[in-house]
């Protein structure tokens, strides 16, 4: 017997806080009967209805994709623009855990595991994300010592993991910098790199957790493997 939230969630129908509002909200039946009681408890025969679809408890799936530029994160566009769900070939509805931005590449995780998803974006997780990063402008020493003071965002100082200088291009007048950061909030690199008056040219994801682009080109993708599952099970605690 598990949670029903967590059973939804880990169908990939939502994130586990978006099912429990559509229990709250009753859009949830189990057995023909509607359900708003959060930590309602079912079992792999009760029959889950959300929204009026019927929940297929499907395997679950883990994909590691090198996303190109000019892809959105997400599952559908309404502008019609290719998303990162477009490039997986997979019939199981799966999820990005995060995002990147339109213009960014790299490293992006999609799965229809709801409850690693929510391990791995839970802030108090402080799950590592690498970027390397291009920038207009040279990047000087002080400018480095600003950077990994961080920055305020929401009301929080965001403070960069590790911040290094990689290589400067004097003729171009472009820097490229390596910046590790734990928050994940929206545009912060950007930010960070304008706090020293610098706009982003080339935004690539590395890494995220123990997790690397390795080989794979940009469009390219593959499976977890079930140990590299394991392993972010063990690393990143149950929220």
Do not use: W
């Not at 586990?16 to 359900?35: C, F, P, S, T, Y």
């Not at 910046?179 to 930010?191: P, S, V, W």
């Amino acid at each position: 017997m598990e949670r029903l939230q967590k059973v939804i969630a880990n169908a990939g129908h939502s994130s586990r806080r978006k099912a429990e509002e559509l229990i709250q909200a009753g859009k949830v039946m189990v057995n023909d009967k509607v359900v708003t009681e959060l930590g309602t408890k079912v079992s792999s025969n009760d029959k889950i209805v959300v929204e009026g679809i019927l929940l297929q408890k499907d395997e679950l799936v883990y994909f590691l994709l090198n996303k190109p530029v000019n892809i959105i994160s997400t599952t559908s566009d309404e502008k019609g623009r290719k998303c990162v769900t477009d490039l997986i070939n997979t019939d199981t509805r799966i999820y990005p855990v995060g995002r990147l931005d339109y213009d960014a590449s790299g490293l992006l995780l999609l799965t229809n595991d709801g409850d690693l998803t929510n391990r791995l974006l839970h802030p108090s997780n402080e799950v590592p994300k690498l970027y390397l990063v291009k920038v207009d402008g040279v990047v000087k020493g002080f400018d480095i010592i600003q950077m990994k003071k961080g920055i305020i965002i929401d009301g929080i100082n965001c403070i960069p993991d590790r911040v290094k200088l990689k290589r400067v291009n004097k003729k171009s007048q472009t820097s490229v910098l390596e910046i590790t950061i734990h928050d994940g909030k929206t545009h912060e690199i950007k930010k960070l790199c304008a706090s020293i008056g610098k706009k982003v040219i080339k935004l690539q994801r590395l890494t995220f957790g123990m997790l690397t682009i390795g080989g794979l080109n940009p469009g390219e993708y593959r499976r977890l493997t079930p140990k590299e599952v394991k392993v972010l099970y063990n690393e990143y605690k149950k929220q």
